[in-house]
């Protein structure tokens, strides 16, 4: 399977026909179809449903689209990384994170390190945290910031002080607002959004106790900001760590604790025994100095100024 012919392939399926690929690609029609045609042959499955107007994709070739893209931009990466002159550092450092209070550590890093670096540049990843280790795991992630636990024989780490302190969003008017702190008996049988994440789930029902087998779950979500959403309709409260906050209008969203209080800790990490570019190398160090890297120690206690 040749990069040139997945280039190809993804070019078509943006152009949704064969012509205007061909055009694009500034080839001919007939080469454009051998190729695509040698391609599902190699691997064996058929990926396009040819109509009168436009092609569009089966379910393989949906799932070789999001293969292609991802190959196409570590190769990209890769030759960027290839590229960079030890003297004179330049190059993209890709940061992946969620909607975490931690990430305000970014902007004072970043900033030093600029100064020194000016030629290197930032690509800020959101996701939630299975798909920010995923994309470290397949070297498309240099540095995440994420919520422990973290697998230690996979990553190296800095431990944050920065508490991600879990909190209900609501509406202001709401009867629970008048409270101080959120019980787990408070949101028995009321309309509630989780977070998608098994793990996280999970942890919150340890937390719920015998209260959770009495939710009412109506959502679940993989970001806070959609959830806020349906906060702000009236149509749910929302678990959420408390990260995100700072963007929110208050007239319209507000949170409150839990009680008793549910926390978590949170890290900056990136990968063991991973060969990165200069510039992901040079940025790496410069956290470690600047972050005081030694496992377990407290790192962080900044929070928006």
């Known amino acids: 399977m040749e990069i040139r012919v997945l280039k190809y392939f993804l070019t078509v399926v943006r152009e949704e026909g064969i012509n205007r690929a061909a055009e694009v690609l500034h080839i001919t029609q007939p080469t454009l ?11 064996g499955v058929k990926l ?5 107007r436009k092609i569009t994709l089966t379910r393989e070739g949906m799932l070789l689209r999001r293969r292609a893209e991802e190959i196409l931009s570590l190769v990209q990466k890769t030759e960027e990384e290839l590229t960079e002159q030890e003297e004179l550092v330049d190059g993209k450092i890709v940061i ?10 970014l902007p004072d890093l970043i900033g030093a390190f600029s100064e020194k670096y000016p030629l290197v540049t930032f690509d800020l990843f959101t996701a ?12 498309l992630v240099d540095v995440g910031i994420l919520l422990e636990p973290i697998d230690m024989e996979k990553f190296d780490f800095i431990r ?3 508490k991600e302190r879990w909190v209900v969003l609501m509406r ?3 009867p629970l607002a008048e409270k101080e702190a959120v019980s787990a008996k408070d949101l028995e049988g009321r309309p509630l959004s989780l977070p998608r994440r098994t793990n996280v789930q999970n942890e919150l029902a340890s937390w719920f106790g015998d209260s959770f087998s009495k939710l009412r779950v109506l959502f679940t979500n993989n970001f806070t900001t959609n959830a806020a959403v349906m906060v702000q309709s009236g149509l749910t409260y929302a678990m959420a760590v408390e990260g995100s906050l700072p963007f929110w209008d208050k007239e ?12 978590a800790s949170s890290v900056l990490a990136w990968r063991k025994r991973q060969m990165f570019s200069p510039a992901v190398t040079r940025f790496i160090d410069h956290v470690k100095k600047n972050l005081d890297f ?3 120690r407290e790192a962080f206690t900044g929070w928006p100024r």
């Open 33 to 43: 179809s051998r190729q695509l045609s040698g391609l599902e042959e190699e691997i």
């Open 48 to 52: 396009f449903e040819r109509g009168a």
């Open 96 to 105: 992946g994170s969620g909607e975490l209070a931690a990430v305000w550590i």
């Open 128 to 139: 939630n945290a299975d798909l920010v280790k995923e994309q470290m795991e397949k070297g």
């Open 160 to 162: 944050l002080h920065q």
């Open 172 to 174: 202001p008017g709401d």
């Open 252 to 263: 319209k969203i507000i949170s409150r604790p839990l009680y008793p209080d549910l926390s």
């Open 294 to 296: 030694r496992a377990g």
